[in-house]
T-cell receptor, first 111, second 118 residues
Framework: DQQVKQNSPSLSVQEGRISILNCDYT??????FLWYKKYPAEGPTFLISISSIKDKNEDGRFTVFLNKSAKHLSLHIVPSQPGDSAVYFCAASVRNNDMRFGAGTRLTVKP | GAVVSQHPSWVICKSGTSVKIECRSLDFQATTMFWYRQFPKQSLMLMAT?????????EQGVEKDKFLINHASLTLSTLTVTSAHPEDSSFYICSARDPGGAWGEKLFFGSGTQLSVL
């Protein structure tokens, strides 16, 4: 039962351009959403989060947008840098209980 | 930042044998740890929640007798895949929650274990 879906397994962008990673969810009870970043041979690390009471959260080059009516969230990276190349996981939870993850999107930023 | 150590990073075993994977929180005490499994091109799926000093809580469809979880201390949880079969071949990853902060931001992951059962 995949409650969180990342339909794009990979994304390639040019350095300096915007990267947009998308995530869809099916459980309308989710109230907390997160993005994790994973480099090879390392575990995922927390990147940015947003609660369901907001529709946007920004942290430096990273912005997460939440569209509750569409059950969709996205991560924008502007400008993209080669060091951003990694696998990005979208996650969602209900009232801070266990999280459900997407399958991940592999981002490649080309110099 | 907090570190979670997972060992081994990869293991190859024969069908029918058991494999133990360790997950340690190195600089914080984790009353709760989580075990996930990820098949190729699929989501990171929660298998079970490991609670220190009590029985683990398994997700629906996960065989508790096959995937034994022990959380004997505040810094160590182990996952034992008993009588492993080729269909158990997968990427297993643990995470530990640092109780000192906002939930998701204080969830730290191990580097994962790639299990291959021949």
């Amino acid at each position: 039962d995949q409650q969180v879906k990342q339909n794009s397994p990979s994304l390639s962008v040019q350095e300096g351009r915007i990267s947009i990673l998308n995530c869809d969810y099916t459980n309308s009870m989710f109230d907390y959403f997160l993005w994790y970043k994973k480099y090879p041979a390392e575990g995922p690390t927390f990147l940015i989060s947003i609660s369901s009471i907001k529709d946007k959260n920004e942290d430096g080059r990273f912005t997460v947008f939440l569209n509750k009516s569409a059950k969709h969230l996205s991560l924008h990276i502007v400008p993209s840098q080669p060091g951003d190349s990694a696998v990005y996981f979208c996650a969602a939870s209900v009232r801070n209980n266990d999280m459900r993850f997407g399958a991940g999107t592999r981002l490649t930023v080309k110099p | 930042g907090a570190v979670v150590s997972q060992h081994p990073s990869w293991v190859i075993c024969k069908s029918g044998t058991s494999v133990k994977i360790e997950c340690r929180s190195l600089d914080f005490q984790a009353t709760t740890m989580f075990w996930y499994r990820q098949f190729p091109k699929q989501s990171l799926m929660l298998m079970a929640t490991s609670n220190e000093g009590s029985k683990a809580t398994y997700e629906q469809g996960v065989e508790k007798d096959k995937f034994l979880i022990n959380h004997a201390s505040l810094t160590l949880s182990t996952l034992t895949v008993t009588s492993a079969h080729p269909e158990d071949s997968s990427f297993y990853i643990c995470s530990a929650r640092d109780p000192g902060g906002a939930w998701g931001e204080k969830l730290f992951f191990g580097s994962g274990t790639q299990l291959s059962v021949l």
